[in-house]
């Protein structure tokens, strides 16, 4: 059983590139979020789908989109990359809203 | 909405000693579930305890066990017997049980370093 499993794991990007970041769960949650992860502030989210086809921002959405086309995927897109986004990036997923939530590996993005 | 704060970004305990970490939270809702998770250098984020807000016990896993005061809003984790492998940076994170999609929100971390 995979769990949640995130690629790349590592990835450096020039200013203005897009990109998208790779989220796949293989235990049938339907609720998957992105979370970025910044030195002193713990993870803070993204974007977050409570199932196929349904997805809704976080607290720091700009500059990333969602979409949630099948229960077990849910890529991150970022769209023009800026020196700002240099962080980890997280994806989890959970059974539930009441339940814990699995991560992934993380991904370390940085953008130059 | 809802805050976590985390008020020691470090602590330090010998091996085999009882360590406690602080979390404080913010909320004006009644139904919640609070968890710690712990991120070693390996950078994967594990859960380690979870408590549900209407549970009167404090909950428990083997060396670990929390110290939850509804009424203060504090829930702090408590490691007893500290191993090498406990060392890693420590989040609590709160999570609503009003709402669907509810997200998790967490504090700042606490990195917490054993000696041998």
């Known amino acids: 059983n995979a769990g949640v499993t995130q690629t790349p794991k590592f990835q450096v990007l020039k200013t203005g590139q897009s990109m998208t970041l790779q989220c796949a769960q293989d235990?049938?949650?339907?609720?998957m979020s992105w979370y970025r992860q910044d030195p002193g502030m713990g993870l803070r989210l993204i974007h977050y789908s409570v199932g196929a086809g349904i997805t809704d921002q976080g607290e720091v959405p700009n500059g990333y989109n969602v979409s949630r086309s099948t229960t077990e995927d849910f890529p991150l897109r970022l769209l023009s990359a800026a020196p700002s986004q240099t962080s980890v990036y997280f994806c989890?997923?959970?059974?539930?809203?009441?339940?814990?939530?699995?991560f992934g590996q993380g991904t370390r993005l940085t953008v130059v | 909405a809802q805050t976590v704060t985390q008020s020691q970004p470090e602590m330090s305990v010998q091996e085999a000693e009882t360590v406690t970490l602080s979390c404080t939270y913010d909320?004006?809702?009644?139904?919640?579930?609070l968890f710690w998770y712990k991120q070693p250098p390996s950078r994967q984020m594990i859960l380690v305890i979870r408590q549900e807000a209407y549970k009167q016990q404090n909950a428990t896993e083997n060396r670990f066990s929390v110290n939850f005061q509804k009424a203060a809003k504090s829930f702090s984790l408590k490691i007893s017997d500290s191993q090498l492998g406990d060392a890693a940076m420590y989040f609590c994170a709160y999570r609503s049980a009003s709402y669907s999609g509810s997200r998790l929100t967490f504090g700042e971390g606490t990195q917490l370093t054993v000696n041998p």
């Open positions: 989890a997923s959970s059974y539930g809203s009441y339940t814990e939530a699995f």
């Open positions: 235990m049938n949650h339907e609720y």
């Open positions: 909320t004006s809702e009644s139904d919640y579930y």
